[in-house]
């Protein structure tokens, strides 16, 4: 098992931009394919986003696409979530996952973080 640790929430402004980082525990990082979902209040988790063991495929959900951007450095074990253009909306937990099947469903994940707060003000 692998352990994720997310970083780099916070609040923003409707517009601003945040990066959220993931690192991962050991050497078998590029094994994985990654994942990052979120959870609004209230709301059940959805994915956002989901990158390929090198980074040759990459998923987004429709809300985020063309906005948010998702990547991968191998040789540091982290995969990040460049967040731009914000929108209220946005406000959730997200979660980094790790799995074997690049996937928009989090059943295929088996590895996730705690989470990290992201709260956009309008």
Do not use: H
């Amino acid at each position: 098992q692998v352990q994720l640790v997310e970083s780099g929430g916070g609040l923003v402004q409707a517009g601003g931009s945040l990066r959220l980082s993931c690192a991962a525990s050991g050497r078998a990082f590029s094994t994985y394919v990654m994942g990052w979902f979120r959870q609004a209040p209230g709301k059940e988790r959805e994915f956002a986003a989901a990158i390929s063991r090198i980074g040759s495929n990459i998923f987004y959900a429709d809300s985020v696409n063309g906005r948010f951007t998702i990547s991968r450095d191998n040789a540091k074990n982290t995969v990040y979530l460049q967040m731009n253009s914000l929108k209220p909306e946005d406000t959730a937990v997200y979660y980094c996952a790790g799995g074997v099947l690049l996937s928009k469903s989090e059943d295929a994940y088996n590895y996730w973080g705690q989470g990290t707060q992201v709260t956009v003000s309008s």
